[in-house]
């Protein structure tokens, strides 16, 4: 059961939250596109000083930093069927370059296993050439409908972790 103060706290969390954010300054909510903000040079300090961290503790491990592409063709976002059904409504599209429609739709990243995964086919030939650990740190979109909260729910995910890995055996 909830006390009256627990409740209090529960519904002012996010009021507070975003009063921390703004007057540290770290995040700025004013960027006019919801769901989006902007790092502000206190903030971005903090930021890559927690990424510096991670970013140890991959390399650490024998994870090689990579960048992967932004944009994946609706055709692979298409292959991963299940995983992708969880952001299928949340994917912001890319169809026209300029004035010129695209011949293929191309998603802005919701996630990144559908561009991953088809080059560890091709960089994976044999068991000499593993194992491949990777890790990149991204930008994420996700058309988020609900209500969005500044660094918690948003519709750019700055500097999204993720790693992976594809070894010989199990262990």
């Known amino acids: 059961m909830r006390t009256p103060e627990r409740r209090v706290w529960a519904e ?32 971005f300090g903090i930021r890559r000083s927690v990424l510096d961290v991670i970013r140890g503790e991959l390399e650490r491990t024998g994870h090689s ?8 063709p609706d055709y ?15 994917v912001f599209w ?11 739709k191309l998603a802005l990243r919701p996630t990144s296993e ?8 091709l960089w ?10 990777i890790f990149q740190v991204v930008n ?10 500044p660094m918690i729910r948003v519709r750019e995910v700055s ?3 993720e790693a992976h890995t594809a070894h010989a055996t199990r262990e």
Do not use: C
């Open 12 to 43: 002012s969390y996010s009021e507070w939250f975003h009063n921390v954010i703004s007057q540290a300054p770290v995040y700025d909510t004013r960027y006019p596109v919801k769901g989006t903000g902007v790092w502000t040079p206190f903030g």
């Open 65 to 72: 930093e990579v960048l992967f592409p932004l944009l994946i």
């Open 76 to 90: 692979m976002l298409g292959k991963e069927g299940e995983h992708v059904k969880d952001f299928e409504e949340e």
């Open 94 to 104: 890319v169809t026209m370059g300029g004035n010129t429609p695209l011949d293929v």
């Open 114 to 121: 559908t561009a991953i995964y088809p080059m560890f086919q």
């Open 124 to 133: 994976i030939n044999a068991y000499s050439d593993l194992p491949v650990k």
């Open 140 to 149: 994420v979109f996700r058309y988020e409908t609900k209500a969005t909260r």
């Open 159 to 161: 500097t999204f972790k």
